[in-house]
């Protein structure tokens, strides 16, 4: 019989500061394809960052495992990056996690840190599995708990327990199936609950190609062009509405074009000025636009007017 391993792991981070995670402690359980335990461990490691103040604070329900001085004795990344690649890419091996999304990416963002090769892989992430099958959204605890796992024996934000609640908790779903994990995680709905390293990096790059055209649209935002090309909108104001700045090129285009045409935009004007939508607002949103002084102007009348 073709035996498979089964490897979930969770990764804990010091801080995740301009949206880059420093992975502090990444935990993992390796079992067989009856999701018996044949391997656990923790590996705590030394992020060579600053802490977010608030994970040590014991407040709230997010707090570390460890003590700050803990992570600073150990090794960093670097020094655990070919027991993670291979953990991770030895054969006939699948890969979980809840909200594992996070995780590939924390991986990422650790690679990237210390100048090393990505590692190929792809993860099956429980949490939207769950999520779509039963119809809502909890924590990794919460579903524990609903699934019969003794809490006691965890501690949440501790990577290892993590990854073995989230094991448990597949163990469970398996039983309440009656299906192997095996055919859980092949189904077409397991299928499409896959992600990739390649994937979390490509959305990253969005990301930051969102938040780069997003600071050039505000940059605009309160200037007046000295020298319009043209003006047809000269000495009036625009507010954009939402659905108009998710399409970040063609917002941008939609602001410089105002700019040349003598006109102003701003983030949420008040006064004289004009509110611009897609599509005509529910009368109520009218209302507060009113208030503001402002009046509501279609998108199709606004480009009419600019060259």
């Given at each position: 019989m073709n035996h498979k391993?089964?490897?979930?792991?969770?990764?804990?981070?010091?801080?995740?500061?301009?949206?880059?995670?420093?992975?502090?402690?990444?935990?993992?359980?390796?079992?067989?394809?009856?999701?018996?335990?044949?391997?656990?461990?923790?590996?705590?490691?030394?992020?060579?960052?600053?802490?977010?103040w608030y994970l040590l604070s014991g407040k709230g329900d997010c707090k570390?495992?460890?003590?700050?001085?803990?992570?600073?004795?150990?090794?960093?990344?670097?020094?655990?990056y070919k027991e993670i690649k291979k953990l991770f890419t030895t054969g006939n091996r699948y890969i979980a996690g809840f909200a594992v999304s996070n995780d590939v990416g924390f991986v990422n963002n650790a690679n990237e840190r210390y100048g090393l090769p990505y590692i190929q892989f792809r993860a099956f992430d429980l949490e939207r599995y769950l999520?779509?099958?039963?119809?809502?959204?909890?924590?990794?605890?919460d579903w524990a708990g609903e699934f019969g796992v003794n809490l006691e024996k965890f501690m949440s934000h501790k990577s290892v327990d993590d990854a073995m609640m989230?094991?448990?908790?597949?163990?469970?779903e398996c039983?309440?199936?009656g299906q192997a994990v095996e055919e859980i995680l092949t189904s077409p709905e397991g299928k499409n609950c896959f992600v990739s390293n390649e994937q979390i990096l490509q959305q990253a790059e969005e990301r930051a190609y969102r938040r780069e055209m997003t600071e050039k649209i505000k940059r605009l935002y309160g200037k007046i062009s000295p020298m319009p090309h043209f003006k047809t909108v000269q000495g009036m104001r625009f507010e954009l509405d939402h659905k108009i700045l998710?399409?970040?090129?063609?917002?941008?285009?939609?602001?410089?074009?105002?700019?040349d045409n003598g006109g102003m935009t701003g983030e949420h004007l008040t006064g004289k000025g004009n509110a611009v939508f897609i599509e005509q607002p529910h009368p109520e949103h009218v209302k507060k636009l009113e208030k503001r002084g402002l009046k509501v102007m279609l998108l199709e009348e606004l480009e009419s007017l600019l060259k």
């Open positions: 391993t089964f490897v979930f792991f969770d990764c804990e981070c010091a801080n995740t500061f301009e949206g880059i995670g420093k992975i502090c402690s990444l935990g993992y359980v390796i079992c067989d394809d009856d999701l018996n335990v044949i391997e656990s461990e923790d590996v705590v490691m030394n992020p060579e960052c600053d802490f977010d570390l495992a460890y003590s700050k001085d803990y992570f600073r004795i150990k090794p960093n990344y670097e020094a655990y999520e779509r099958k039963y119809e809502k959204k909890q924590k990794l605890v989230t094991m448990l908790c597949l163990k469970a039983i309440r199936t998710r399409d970040v090129d063609t917002a941008f285009e939609l602001v410089k074009k105002i700019y």
